[in-house]
């Protein structure tokens, strides 16, 4: 084997050192599908799966990060603190599963396991603008990654106006012909930068830097202290386009040449969005919708935050949602209010991805698929659905999740403002919607909820009607839990009641617990009998068994959960053995976090800065009898 290939073997709470020969795969297609092409060197090792392996530590440890999953299955980690926000950091680096670069290439002088913090001539990879916190990484169609805002601290720093680019050929950022010459139009943190179909990024909201003056009326006017200059930090309402194809920032304009955007008082931050698919039912054309939910407005420009860590006085929490049109650029306040407000990572998690479409279920077994009976024909699957989920309320008392969930299903009419679109909310700890429902599982305490916690969709093997599937679950792990009592607010970082927040939860769309026999998700036992991934059950997993196992929730066999309790870390899909993403063998990489949340926000970095994270039913199942 050349000199220039290493690899790590992750045992179990141990990492081993092997050596291992790739095979080569001869495949081709493109990056999203069981066609991709294959990155050899950094396919990776068997593991057992229904296991959690300890990952190498970063270069730099590190929360508040952005990780932006590669086409070859590597992650980028950008910026963030280990100072509890109170700094940043400008260094990047790639976790990397088989711990070597292209055999063409040097090797770079410092690689600490799995993570490479140089580029291909070995220098570091440093932000050329210096750190940031609170901004967002965006992986373009080239493949090149999209780093735009932030801010250098979480008190009182000025939020950034210059963008850079990542690109991936170098492992440069900004590298001469991808220099941004322009400065983003409007300097913002907290907002969100989403990929539109046509390739250009919608940059939405988030906070900006002003500088204010306010009278005090304790002081005569000409006395000192009468005028008194202050640094706000209110909401935003603009939108604008990034063009990767110019290098260039563009105003959102509307096909009628109206400015886009939110139409909430004060806009929107500390928000996300998601992507629906359009009246075509397809994602990644160009009538696919944006829905932003979560995030808070602060009560004006003046009456804002004058610095940046959670939990702000002079904020109010957002309980509506927006849509923006990608094929129109409008956006639109749609009608409904979500179950709960979201602040501090909430989720939108499309469901449409867990399936391209539905199998059909003869449920009497006479060879006939009759919906009069009661069968499910096969049909197209559902790509307009998007979870809300995780975030907690904000309150600068004891920030609390309440454990209320949303499912968000767009249909069209055809006739009217983007197609005729009209929205089904359904939200609360347990509702119907005449098809499943969702149970929250309050883990024999109270609503349970992740704040500062990602939640990914990953494939796994499931068994439909005798026959062995792939389909998609949600999985969020870590994160921070605040518990109100009559003496104050206690944080359940630790404890049982609150999963111990190194267990996980798992979000399985098919999986209805009041009328499906006990989960089980090796992919051998259980029919799905709800196919249709409309909505589904939350299940959280202590690490140790299933919780709630009298009810029927879950067999009680799951080994998972973190090394130890994290928030403000990274979840990413990475691929398995096969180097491919978005196939069964699919595994979730948790990187960095701190390790407590409320009062010592972030607290210091994670011991253990990477976990591996393999569901049931990643590894091929044995054949059914």
């Keep these: 084997m050349s000199p220039h290939r290493r690899s790590f073997f992750l045992s179990p709470w141990l990492v081993i050192a092997f050596v291992c020969t790739p095979v080569l795969l001869i495949v081709s297609g493109c990056h999203g599908n069981s066609s991709s092409i294959p990155n050899i060197n950094n396919a990776a090792a068997f593991l057992e799966d229904n296991a959690v392996y300890l990952g190498p530590s970063m270069v730099s440890p590190r929360y508040g990060h952005t990780g932006t999953t590669l086409e070859d299955g590597t992650v980028l980690i950008v910026g963030g603190s280990d100072e509890r926000h109170l700094t940043s950091i400008d260094a990047a680096e790639i976790f990397d599963q088989g711990a070597s670069v292209s055999i063409s290439d040097p090797v770079p002088p410092t690689i600490s396991g799995d993570f490479i913090d140089t580029d291909v001539e070995g220098n570091l990879m440093l932000l050329t603008q210096g750190g940031r916190v609170f901004h967002t990484a965006t992986l373009l169609p080239d493949g090149n990654v999209f780093i735009c805002g932030g801010t250098g601290d979480a008190l009182f720093a000025q939020s950034v106006d210059t963008s850079e680019i990542f690109d991936i050929s170098t492992r440069e950022f900004a590298p001469d012909f991808l220099q941004l010459n322009e400065d983003i139009n409007v300097s913002r943190f907290r907002h969100s930068a989403t990929l539109l179909p046509n390739g250009k990024v919608l940059i939405a909201g988030g906070q900006e830097s002003r500088q204010e003056t306010i009278i005090d009326p304790n002081f005569a006017p000409g006395q000192p202290g009468f005028q008194v200059d202050i640094n706000v930090f209110p909401s935003l309402k603009t939108m604008e386009i990034f063009d ?105 998690l499309n469901l449409g991805t867990v399936r391209d479409s539905t199998l059909e279920f003869d449920l009497d077994n006479d060879g006939i698929i009759d919906p009069l009976l009661g069968d499910i024909p096969s049909i197209p699957g559902v790509n307009n659905i998007l979870l809300i989920a995780n975030g907690d309320n904000d309150d600068p008392a004891c920030p609390t999740g309440n454990g209320q969930n949303d499912l968000l299903v767009a249909t069209f009419t055809g006739f009217g403002p983007s197609n005729g679109l009209t929205f089904a909310l359904f939200g609360g700890g347990a509702f119907t919607n005449n098809i499943e429902l969702i149970v929250f599982d309050p883990m024999n305490c109270i609503a349970f909820s992740r704040s500062e916690a990602d939640m990914v969709m990953v494939q796994t093997r499931r068994t439909y009607n005798g026959e062995t599937i792939t389909t998609g679950v949600g999985l969020s792990a870590g994160g921070s839990f605040m518990l109100p009592t009559p003496n104050g607010c206690v944080e359940l970082t630790v404890g049982t009641c609150a999963n111990d927040i190194a267990g996980v939860t798992i979000y399985d769309p098919f999986y209805f617990a009041g009328n499906d026999p006990p989960w089980d998700q ?104």
């Design 522 to 625: 090796t992919g051998n036992i259980n029919p799905i009998t709800h196919p249709t991934g409309v909505a589904g059950t939350f299940i959280n997993i202590d690490g140790v068994t299933a919780d709630d196992t009298l009810e029927g929730f879950a067999e009680g066999t799951f080994l998972i959960q973190l090394a130890q309790p994290r928030m403000l870390h990274t979840l990413n899909v990475i691929p398995g053995e096969d180097g491919v993403m978005n196939t069964v063998d699919d595994r979730v990489v948790s990187i960095g976090g701190g390790t407590s949340y409320f009062p010592n926000y972030g607290d210091e970095p994670a011991t253990l800065s990477c976990d591996v994270i393999l569901l049931p039913g990643t590894n091929e199942p044995a054949p059914i009898p």
């Design 244 to 348: 990767p194809g110019s290098l260039s920032f563009q105003p959102a304009l509307s096909v009628n040449g109206d400015n886009a955007e939110f139409l909430s008082a004060r806009g929107r931050a500390g928000h996300n969005t998601g992507t629906m698919a359009g009246v075509d039912n397809s994602l990644g054309t160009t009538d696919d919708i944006l829905l932003h939910a979560g995030g808070f407005q602060t009560l004006s420009t003046i009456f804002a935050p004058q610095f940046k860590l959670p939990w702000q006085q002079d904020t109010s929490n957002s309980q509506n949602f927006e849509y923006f049109d990608a094929t129109t650029n409008d956006n639109r306040i749609a009608a409904g209010i979500v179950a709960a407000d979201r602040v501090n990572h909430p989720i939108l």
